[in-house]
């Protein structure tokens, strides 16, 4: 049974809807609504024809309103309810199944669409004026979906441009609720059922946008443009997709160079860390992609320079004093004495060095080892400061954590050291091997 209202009535079924009698079982017949002369009723307009009716019908129910639920009572009466009725309402209302049962009589499924997209119109319409919170509209929005949804059951015998609009009303309404995909859907089946129908291209092309698909929205607005060469809605939607593309374009690129210089960043550090045998604590890749982020997070980035030689952020420790110097950017190639005479220069003085003790000739330079297969222990490895961040990662007791080398200075011969050594049970034999130092020196 189809959902039908009074308001349905038209014209050519006027008298019958005058002369209409409901029939219930426990009750005797009683007519519909006013019974008016068929002479009179031909010559009232339907202002005339509907005021009547209303008198009448208010006579008809007198005393059945009550003065506190009038407006809820007065909705019970077919000829005043302001919205479609439930079929609980028809099934209870014996006025509702007489005036559905002559409305059905003339039904078809063109009629029964049709009505179900006007209908469905007007909630829409309705809703997007409203002023009501979001909630409450996207509930007038599902009811304006479910009369498209209704309508498009008679797909199977109306016209293809009426389910091609019911098709891009409906997707207008997914697309005030997001539904973009739908819309794409929807607005694709309209175009094939009616390619005249021009909606169906700018909802789709509207659809394309909100997901950033601009190639798809220039695509759509150059088919409405074929149907329609003067619309200046697709027109102006195609040109801005057209910019926005282009700026994106340009992005893309951008981002793809990018990738391609960091991808060969990336080899050239990998073949670096390869050739010298460097080892780490995390797996390679934890390290180039954790590590690396961590390290840029203060500043610092290993590379790879135009000499190949590997520039490292350093890590200097100075632990009598829990002090530490970082040192973003640091050549491998450099010695240790180098840096250490520009830190603590004779005439440097250091805020936290009160007794002024740290001096670039008077400082010992050490590497603290971490576990593993081939060394079970914790140790200190001391470094000839005249040998540099690349003779000490060529120890094969050094590992790098963090993709930071780091290395604890302190003062020769005094008290901490002692006792700091004493911590790692150091011993005099625990040192770089510096024969790579005196190669070097022979190549001078």
């Given amino acids: 049974m189809h959902s039908s209202t009074p308001h349905q009535l038209t014209s050519s079924i006027r008298e019958r809807y005058i002369s209409a ?185 509207t659809a394309n946008k909100k997901l950033e698909l601009y190639t798809e929205v220039i695509s759509w607005c150059d088919e409405g443009l074929r149907v329609d060469p003067t619309n200046k809605t697709l027109s102006a939607e195609r040109q801005a997709a057209v910019k926005i593309k282009a700026a994106a374009d340009k992005k893309e690129r951008q981002r793809a160079a990018q990738i391609r210089k960091k991808e060969k960043k990336d080899a050239e550090l990998l073949d670096a860390f390869k050739a010298r045998g460097i080892r780490f604590q995390k797996s390679i890749e934890v390290e180039m992609e954790v590590s690396r982020k961590g390290i840029a997070a203060a500043g610092g980035e290993v590379y790879v320079d135009s000499d190949k030689l590997l520039h490292w952020p350093v890590a200097f420790l100075y632990p009598e004093h829990q002090q530490t110097d970082f040192i973003k950017d640091y050549n491998e190639a450099h010695p240790f004495n180098l840096h250490l005479e520009n830190m603590f220069a004779p005439t440097e003085t250091i805020p936290w060095d009160a007794e002024n003790k740290y001096k670039a000739g008077n400082l010992s330079l050490y590497f603290e080892t971490q576990p593993s297969a081939a060394y079970k222990k914790t140790t200190l490895v001391k470094i000839d400061t005249r040998l540099s961040v690349h003779d000490a990662l060529r120890d094969k007791r050094y590992t790098v954590v963090d993709l930071t080398p780091a290395f604890f200075v302190l003062v020769s011969g005094s008290t901490f050291e002692k006792h700091f050594l004493d911590m790692y049970k150091y011993s005099e034999g625990d040192a770089v091997d510096t024969s790579v130092l005196a190669e070097r020196l022979a190549e001078m």
């Fill in 21 to 205: 009698e409901i029939c219930d079982s426990n009750m005797a017949k009683k007519p519909l609504g006013p019974t008016l002369p068929a002479e009179l009723s031909k010559e009232l307009d339907d202002d005339d024809f509907y005021r009547l009716y209303r008198e009448n019908a208010i006579q008809r129910n007198h005393g059945a309103l009550s003065e506190e639920n009038w407006e809820e009572e007065i909705e019970q009466i077919p000829l005043f309810m302001t919205k479609p009725p439930t079929q609980e309402q028809i099934d209870n209302n014996p006025d509702l199944q007489a005036l559905q049962g002559i409305i059905e009589e003339d039904s078809t499924p063109i009629s029964r669409a049709t009505y179900c997209k006007d209908h469905a119109n007007s909630i829409f319409s309705a809703a997007k004026k409203s002023t009501a919170i979001a909630k409450l509209k996207r509930i007038e929005y599902n009811k304006a979906i479910d009369l498209y949804d209704e309508g498009l059951k008679e797909r199977d015998n109306i016209p293809k441009k009426l389910e091609s609009i019911l098709l891009s009303n409906k997707a207008a309404v997914n697309l005030a609720l997001g539904n973009n995909r739908k819309v794409i859907n929807d607005c694709t089946l309209a175009k094939e059922l009616d390619p005249d129908n021009i909606k169906a291209y700018w909802r789709a092309a």
